[in-house]
């Protein structure tokens, strides 16, 4: 996230007369990098970005306006009311959590603003989030119901309550979820559709329980703004929610509260989703993405169609497999095993870490094809996507980041910087 372009398989997008999706030898140079044991390591969604340090702490920078970078405090008014310095930050800032496990994130802006959460796990199997709390996404009990404390920041870490010890989590800022011994928790509200998490209101007060197909249990969530996706214990994948694009591996385009599992996968490793769109990896290594292409993001190689709900390869460079893939709503990136990051989709900003910036303007504005990633210092181990950036642990434990700046989302030091930049740049520490 090969049988994309250049592996054995030529495979047409369907799959034609077959029902599952072909398993493909990869050449195996490397093996894909347990983020959750990588230090340092780095995550982004929306506008904003969170590091785990050598020695655990956490680190953000970027979009700031609820809080998702944990920093600075809300200051009381006397009138009841409050202050909050809600500017972005484009030095990394230290969260007041303790040494951490993992971290999620969440974050997209609509018609209201913008939406941006954070989580960490910590080695005790407990959650502790902070940012935006108007959807319930934090999962702070009575205190998310309640408007007057819900609609402020939350710079503050506190726990997620009512919630079982927990193995994996995920957050997009409306709503998290949790995986706890293979089981499905989420939390929070869909304003578009309160069954996509399983709850209505009520799921703001306590972590619910779904239902997964087959009695099956869960290895990983992934969720977006539309809709979420589960990697299930045999290597299927399931998916609900909205389906306006075919992100859910199907042509209706209604959504679906109920998980679902999407045709034609098997031998999955890794699901990553992001607004109408979803990838996946295979253990072999091959890509497939369906749902919105959109700037080109299904990776096929054409413009054409605006949607496609088919899991069809995404045209990796020949010879090449993916250990690890990620995906946005601009774009979506791959690391293969040769330690190369190839990115496609919207290039707008300069998120594919290739083309040149006259400093107003790319001269690749996006690209249907994957394409490698300039200017890294070394192989890459971990790879994130936010909204037209990204960000890479490399082999020689520094994290650089490219693309878009305008609200210091590169950890660079400034803010408001419009100027594209496709150059990749380590975020100092």
């Known amino acids: 996230m090969t049988a994309c372009g250049g592996s054995d398989s030529n495979d047409s997008p369907a799959d034609a007369g077959t029902d599952r999706v072909p398993i493909i030898k990869p050449p195996g140079n490397r093996d894909p990098v347990d983020p959750t044991t990588l230090r340092p390591v780095v995550h982004t969604s929306g506008h ?3 590091a785990i340090l050598d020695d655990q702490s956490v680190r953000c920078w970027g979009n700031n306006s609820h809080g998702e970078l944990g920093y600075p405090k809300v200051v009381d008014l006397p009138d009841g009311g409050y202050t909050f310095d809600g500017r972005p930050i484009g030095v990394p800032q230290r969260v007041s959590v303790g040494p951490a496990s993992t971290i999620a994130l969440g974050g997209f802006p609509d018609i209201t ?15 502790q989030c902070w940012g935006d709390d108007r959807n319930g996404a934090l999962g702070r009990g009575n205190a998310s119901e309640d408007p ?21 989590i995920a957050t997009n800022g409306w709503f998290s979820c949790a995986l706890s011994g293979g089981r499905l928790l989420c939390w929070g509200f869909n304003p578009k559709s309160s069954a996509w998490t399983n709850a209505n209101q009520d799921g703001k007060v306590r972590p619910l329980e779904l239902t997964l197909p087959g009695g099956r249990t869960a290895k990983q969530v992934a969720t977006s703004q539309s809709h979420i996706c589960a990697l ?23 959504p679906n509260s109920t998980p679902t599992l999407v045709p034609r996968l098997e031998g999955i490793a890794e699901v990553e989703i992001a607004a109408e769109l ?14 919105s292409n959109e700037n080109g993001k299904l990776g096929r190689g ?20 993916a250990t690890q893939i990620t995906t946005s709503v601009s774009h979506a990136c791959a690391i293969v095993d040769d330690g190369s990051v190839w990115c496609w989709g919207r290039n ?15 001269d690749l504005p996006e690209s249907s094809t994957p394409v490698m990633v300039q200017g890294l210092s070394t192989g890459a181990l971990y790879v994130s996507a936010g909204i037209d950036f990204t960000c890479a642990t490399l082999a020689d434990r520094s994290v650089m980041c490219w693309g878009a700046n305008h609200l210091g989302q ?20």
């Open 48 to 50: 904003h970005a969170c």
């Open 410 to 429: 590169l950890g660079r030091g400034n803010v408001d910087d419009k100027s594209p930049h496709p150059e990749p740049a380590r975020v100092s520490f």
């Open 302 to 321: 054409s413009f054409t169609g605006e949607r496609d709900s088919s899991p069809a390869p995404v045209a990796l460079p020949a010879g090449k497999t």
């Open 232 to 254: 299930l214990d045999d290597g299927t994948v399931a998916c609900w929610g909205g389906n306006a694009n075919g992100q859910l591996g199907t042509n209706a385009t209604s």
């Open 113 to 127: 603003g913008q939406f941006g959460s954070s989580c960490a796990l910590f080695a005790d199997k407990q959650v």
């Open 348 to 362: 707008q900003w300069g998120a594919l870490g290739a083309g040149h910036s006259d400093g107003t303007k790319m």
């Open 278 to 291: 979803t990838c996946v990896r295979a253990a072999s290594g091959e890509v497939r993405c369906f749902g």
């Open 148 to 168: 007057n404390i819900a609609n402020r920041p939350h710079p503050e870490a506190a726990a997620v309550v009512n919630i079982p010890p927990v193995d994996r």
